[in-house]
């Protein structure tokens, strides 16, 4: 079964800066959309940024000009660097991977990692 491995989560003070990564354990899918959601607490989980395969990004208006999300197709990795951070980005953040693949038909799939937490300080 695949897993989605993320890292980067912790303990910043405002203004800081967090990188997260998140890598599948293997690489036999296509990937269609790499996702990042957070969940602050009390609260449901939201979508935070999107990259298509075609490299489109899509992002949440409350961390536009402040998050970057990218992939690195050799390392099979997608990250998302977070900077000036807020104490209103304090939440647990997950990585989302739409992929499919091709079994004579096409099957899709939908992969989340297990969360990572970020907490930011006032």
């Known amino acids: 079964q695949v897993r989605l491995v993320e890292s980067g989560g912790g303990l910043v003070q405002a203004g800081g800066s967090l990188t997260l990564s998140c890598a599948p354990s293997?690489?036999?899918?296509?990937?269609?959309?790499i996702s990042w959601y957070r969940q602050p607490p009390g609260q449901q989980r939201e979508m935070v940024a999107t990259?298509?395969?075609?490299?489109?990004?899509n992002y949440a208006n409350s961390v536009k000009g402040r998050f970057t999300i990218s992939s690195d197709n050799a390392k099979n990795t997608a990250y998302l660097q977070m900077n000036s951070l807020k104490p209103e980005d304090t939440a647990v953040y997950y990585c989302?991977?739409?992929?499919?693949?091709?079994?004579?038909?096409?099957?899709?799939?939908?992969?989340w990692g297990q969360g990572t937490q970020v907490t930011v300080s006032s």
């Open positions: 293997e690489s036999t899918f296509t990937i269609n959309t």
């Open positions: 990259v298509g395969s075609d490299g489109t990004t």
């Open positions: 989302n991977i739409a992929a499919s693949r091709d079994y004579g038909f096409i099957w899709d799939y939908d992969f």
